[in-house]
């Protein structure tokens, strides 16, 4: 893919964009306005279906929707809420140390930077970046399985890893486009750019794409 052509693909994929149902983290930010809200849905949704992770976050937020209410409910309470999205025993803990930590460390105030929310035990940077972005409309860049699959299969980056496309993309993507990337990039994925077998047919963007380990198409 020649990198010229970024802005044509996120041109066109802009325009079929509205077809595609939005991924759930940016869905409860439209419906749910706040980063503590965004942190919470984010950690929810570390290897949980979509349906699964906007049902546990509405239970959970119906109980607490800021960290001090959130820590005066039990461990048990928090995995009654939030069960049977993955690993739930562990992220209640989780998400009962980070309120802790905001209260203690930020005056129970989520922090704005990725390098403060990093330093929250169990916030990596998917998390962090969706926080600033879709939280505090401030310039990041998150970079799921979507996005890194993506970018690469369209030959933009070449990169092994999430975070390695993380910092590949900030030095080539246009700033302008940081903040949509993910939505637009993960609703992509997940209607047409599938991981096996992608719809190439109906593909919005395949005069530009380098369908680099594209085995099987349809």
Not at 3 to 21: A, G, P
Not at 24 to 52: M, Y
Not at 179 to 196: D, K, Q, S
Request: glycine letters at 4%; proline letters at 5%; a positive charge.
């Amino acid at each position: 893919m020649n990198d010229k052509n970024i802005r044509e693909v996120i041109r066109d994929l802009e325009k079929d964009f509205s077809r595609w149902e939005l991924p759930i983290v940016s869905s409860l930010a439209e419906k749910h306005s706040g980063p503590f809200t965004i942190l919470v849905s984010t950690i929810l949704s570390l290897r949980t279906k979509d349906e699964v992770t906007a049902k546990a976050t509405e239970r959970l937020l119906a109980l607490a929707v800021t960290p001090e209410d959130m820590v005066k409910l039990s461990e048990e309470e928090i995995i009654k809420a939030i069960y049977p999205v993955g690993f739930y025993r562990n992220k209640a803990k989780t998400i009962l140390h980070i309120c802790r930590e905001l209260i203690d460390r930020f005056d129970s105030r989520v922090p704005d930077t990725i390098e403060q929310l990093l330093t929250l035990k169990g916030v990596g940077r998917k998390s962090a970046n969706l926080v600033v972005t879709l939280g505090y409309n401030k310039e990041g860049l998150c970079v799921d399985t979507h996005v890194h699959r993506i970018s690469n299969r369209l030959g933009y980056v070449r990169t092994k890893t999430p975070e390695k496309t993380e910092y590949a993309l900030r030095n080539k993507l246009p700033s302008e486009y940081w903040m949509r990337y993910n939505t637009l990039m993960v609703a992509f994925g997940r209607h047409i750019c599938l991981p096996v077998s992608p719809l190439c047919s109906r593909c919005p963007v395949k005069i530009y794409c380098d369908r680099v380990n594209v085995a099987r198409s349809r």
